[in-house]
């Protein structure tokens, strides 16, 4: 009996048009994996870094001083939809649902990162006002090396997002798009794992043992 | 900041360019440094001059710096490769000169002899052993796997540019400024702004930074490129032992590289925005930098390593007409060497203050090391074992390794235990030890990959009679400089340093000043291969692409292979798959149909990237901050405009595919096979006649 065709995407609905592009996208996202395990050491060296260095404060301002719960609350769950609205946009693609309805999941993810870095930034002039800025211990050092990294990782998500969603305007869902779609959910679902990391560690860790 | 980076032109001035000292203060220092500034100088004016004269800037433009052919990638690995090595093996003469010119404190200062270690380590390690292996690995992977391309073309073109621009940035420190005199390990708070507020240490920094960036992507590029794009019946088990090797190497590189980029850019940010990750105040903890450099630095060397196993590995197989012994070992000892690598770091720094426990736990981690180690080399020697051995270039070399890489493995025992490293560590011995299995290893291997796959490359064979003097050079010099130094280094020598006053040790440095003189002739005599090969060339054509009765799938194509690789993808069915093939008498069939062939489409992107990241590093060393910013918008835009991109590739005909395959599968039909004994005449066109006996 001749088996079906197994398709590495189906969510992407390339395969019954051509195998190449099924072929192609699958080598392109496995790539892109190897590419997030490679950043993943980037960010669990700096982590280690955070923890070797949380005693370190000189005499400096500490977690205590410093953090504020309740706008890494407002934070975490702005994160956790903007998870959320991606993935809708990924469901979109996946049932073959209006080219709009993508770039507007899109949208609203962008203002979901957007405010996050609002208020991301906003935490870190509230600590810069009362003497946590990185040039003052080696705690702050490694704190700074490690949330703003992560920043600066949605700020390049959200430049893709408006430079993804101008693509999809002009060039259509063409299968490179398609998979570039798929890319980007991927990176943005990165992002937030990283950050549950940064809330445990960072935040309660640091409240904990700082 | 401080005032004098305010300017226009940030803190570069006058002062920088090494000119200004010897004028004020005329020495034989001074003379060194600006012959080497007039080197580089020189350099360009020659090649622009030439490229200008013979009127080849078009072709270097069209066919070279923009394609995207994972084949023409390689060989620009390799040419840069080779043009980085003569800088180091220079840096390496001048080093052994000073110390012979010894008791005392020769001709060189302090600083000159520091910026001379710095950079020979930095440069061998990152852009000549790093390039080389992916030059050859570029060249090869797709060949050997049966695939046209690797995984990401353009991106293979952008690693390449990014390895190149950060290469030059080493080349330019030569003329404008100084390199950094903390060695290639860089080990802070030496390197930090309190201690070293010049240039020379942000020169490393982002040197390291950006190659490691092409690294890292190359890493990628060639892991996917195995993994994903594998001939139809090419299973894991049937791959060439060198593609093993590459695999681990990838693997090495995705982990580790992390590490290195990590370490230099908090070393970075220590030195330009005042952070304390590794400053001696305010909490900051070198040790963090310790680490994290080792938790690359152990995994790099044997992702250097690793593919000079793989070359000898084919490299004794085909030379011996045998299949290479004990396969399935060789790829368990590959990946438990990758595994092991990992943890082993801390034995770089056994000394810096870590419990007995912790030591010995490491001492016993890297001594396990040598057990794969010594199941490839017996692997090896069985391959050897009643082959029929052609002493040919790759094999000289790759005995030459065999008995030679033993003594260095060896000494690396004994530097594994925690008790004699505390004697000899930081001592000429430990020096002795690393160039033992690196050139060795690493560099014999890689001439020895050279010298066999230039045929697939370009067409012809190389010149055995050079070929044979170089091997002789490269080891006698090798053997003459470094196995000196093993004494030298017991007898408490230490390494690095500029003067030495014990008189017992001057035998030792002339000997070894001799043997870095003869390494010099090592190298011009490659050269002299190299120009003699190119003269002679017709009567050394292998057009029929299997020059040497080999095994794998790179040689049952046309030598130089076509852009397209294979003008049918083969369906594999054994390990050395075009062995069984020729065995079998179908070594080249005659396909029934052609299919059209997508290639990578030209693009401008990797060389746009390799000078917009030189001028980027050279606006942070020196401050001018504008330019700084200024590039970076333009290297987004460039790679934002890029993606727009909506065609990537050409299509070439099934038509002319037929054409080109049919004339080439005429040449292989009216040319006459040449047995072994006739392998270096010029009757040896390419075509093997098959050693069915030795074979099997």
Redesign the interface.
């Known amino acids: 009996m001749k088996r079906a065709p197994t398709h590495s995407y189906p969510g992407l609905n390339l395969g019954r048009r051509h195998a190449s592009a099924d072929k192609a996208s699958?080598?392109?996202t496995?790539?892109f994996w190897?590419?997030l395990?490679?950043?993943l050491?980037?960010f669990g060296?700096?982590f280690a870094?955070y923890i070797?260095?949380i005693?370190?404060?000189?005499g400096?301002p500490g977690p205590h001083e410093l953090f504020d719960l309740k706008s890494i609350f407002a934070q975490t769950l702005i994160l956790l939809t903007s998870s959320l609205t991606v993935g809708l946009a990924m469901l979109a693609l996946k049932y073959n649902l209006p080219r709009w309805r993508i770039v507007f999941w899109f949208f609203v993810t962008l203002v979901l990162g957007l405010s996050f870095l609002v208020l991301e930034i906003r935490d870190f002039m509230s600590m810069a006002a009362k003497g946590g800025i990185?040039?003052?211990?080696?705690?702050?050092?490694?704190f700074?090396?490690l949330v703003p990294l992560h920043g600066l990782h949605v700020t390049a998500g959200c430049?893709w997002l408006i430079?993804l969603g101008i693509?999809l305007r002009?060039?259509g869902l063409?299968d490179?798009l398609m998979s570039r779609v798929v890319r980007l959910a991927l990176f943005w679902h990165f992002l937030d794992l990283i950050w549950i990391g940064i809330i445990t560690i960072v935040y309660f860790g640091g409240l904990t043992y700082g | 900041m401080t005032t004098n980076g305010s300017g226009f032109f940030g803190r570069l001035n006058w002062d920088a360019f090494p000119i200004t000292g010897l004028i004020q203060n005329p020495n034989t220092n001074e003379i060194v440094a600006n012959t080497a500034a007039a080197i580089v100088i020189v350099g360009v004016i020659v090649v622009v001059g030439s490229l200008t004269w013979f009127r080849l800037w078009g072709l270097l433009w069209r066919d070279w710096l923009t394609s995207a052919d994972h084949k023409k990638i390689g060989i620009m690995y390799i040419v840069f490769a080779i043009v980085m090595l003569a800088r180091g093996v220079l840096e390496g003469v001048v080093m052994r000169a000073q110390q012979a010119a010894g008791p005392g404190d020769g001709f060189l200062e302090a600083e000159h002899f520091a910026e001379l270690f710095s950079t020979h380590g930095t440069i061998m390690i990152f852009f000549v052993a790093v390039p080389f292996v992916f030059g050859l690995a570029n060249f090869l992977i797709p060949l050997m796997i049966g695939a046209r391309d690797v995984?990401?073309p353009v991106m293979n073109q952008i690693s390449l540019g990014l390895t190149v621009s950060a290469g030059m940035m080493l080349m330019v420190s030569l003329v404008v400024g100084e390199f950094s005199t903390g060695g290639w390990t860089a080990y802070p708070p030496y390197t930090g702004a309190a201690f070293n507020p010049g240039v020379g240490p942000d020169y490393w920094i982002w040197a390291i930074v950006v190659s490691g960036v092409g690294t890292?992507l190359t890493?990628?590029?060639f892991?996917?490129t195995i993994?994903?794009?594998r001939a139809p019946g090419m299973k894991f088990m049937r791959l060439p032992m060198y593609c093993w090797t590459i695999i681990c190497s990838s693997i090495l590189i995705?982990?580790a590289?992390?590490?290195l980029?990590?370490a230099a850019l908090?070393l970075a940010?220590?030195r330009y925005?005042?952070?304390?990750?590794f400053t001696n105040?305010?909490?900051?903890?070198m040790m963090?930098y310790a680490n994290?450099f080792w938790?690359f630095g152990h995994p790099e060397v044997y992702l250097l390593v690793l593919p000079a196993y793989g070359i000898y590995s084919e490299v004794f197989a085909t030379f011996s007409a045998k299949r290479l012994y004990g396969y399935n070992s060789l790829v368990i000892a590959t990946m438990s060497i990758a595994v092991l690598s990992f943890t082993v770091w801390l034995h770089h720094f056994f000394t810096m203050g870590q419990s007995a426990l912790i030591n010995a736990v490491f001492g016993i981690a890297t001594m396990l090391i040598a057990i794969p180690t010594g199941v490839k080399v017996y692997d090896w020697m069985a391959t050897l074992f009643r082959g029929r051995i052609r002493f040919s270039v790759p094999m000289l070399y790759g005995l030459s390794f065999l008995m030679l890489f033993v003594i260095g493995g060896l000494s690396g025992v004994i530097l594994a235990n925690p008790t004699v490293d505390y004697q000899v560590h930081n001592t000429l011995f430990l020096v002795a030890h690393f160039h033992n299995v690196l050139l060795p290893g690493v560099l014999f291997g890689l001439l020895a990959g050279y010298n066999y796959w230039f045929p697939k490359a370009f067409g012809f064979r190389l010149n055995e009679f050079w070929g044979r003097v170089s091997v002789a050079l490269w080891t006698g010099g090798f053997m003459l400089t470094f196995l000196p130094l093993y004494f030298v280094g017991l007898m408490g020598m230490p390494r690095r340093s500029f003067s030495w006053e014990d008189p017992s040790f001057h035998p030792y440095m002339i000997v070894a000043v001799v043997g870095a003189l003869i390494i010099l002739a090592a190298l011009l005599s490659v050269v002299v291969q190299l120009w003699v090969s190119i003269r002679d060339r017709e009567k050394a054509r292998v057009p029929v692409g299997d020059p040497w009765d080999a095994h794998t799938l790179e040689w049952s194509i046309p030598a130089p292979p076509p852009s397209y690789n294979f003008a049918i993808i083969p369906h594999v069915t054994d390990r050395d798959n075009f062995a069984a093939a020729k065995e079998r008498g179908n070594a080249y069939p005659s396909p029934d149909a052609y299919e059209d062939i997508s290639v990578p489409l030209n693009t401008g992107i990797g060389f746009s990237l390799c000078v917009l990241s030189g001028v980027w590093m050279f606006a942070l060393v020196w401050w001018i901050w504008w330019l700084a910013a200024l590039v970076t918008i333009f290297m987004?835009a460039t790679f934002?405009a890029w993606?727009?991109k909506?065609e990537t590739e050409r299509v070439i005909p099934a038509e002319e595919v037929r054409k080109q395959h049919e004339a080439w599968l005429d040449l292989v039909h009216s040319s006459t096979p040449v047995d072994r004994d006739h392998e270096t005449a010029p009757e040896n066109r390419g075509l093997a006649r098959p050693d069915l006996e030795a074979v099997t």
Do not use: C, W
Request: proline letters at 4%.
């Open positions: 699958e080598v392109v496995f790539g190897v590419f395990m490679s950043d050491v980037y060296l700096m870094i070797t260095m005693d370190a404060q000189a400096g990185p040039q003052r211990s080696g705690f702050l050092s490694a700074y090396g430049i430079v693509q002009i060039f063409t490179l | 995984a990401f890292t890493g990628i590029n892991a996917v993994y994903k794009l995705v982990f590289m992390p590490p980029g990590v908090m940010a220590d925005l005042d952070f304390h990750f105040d305010l909490g900051g903890n963090n994290m938790l987004l934002i993606t727009f909506a």
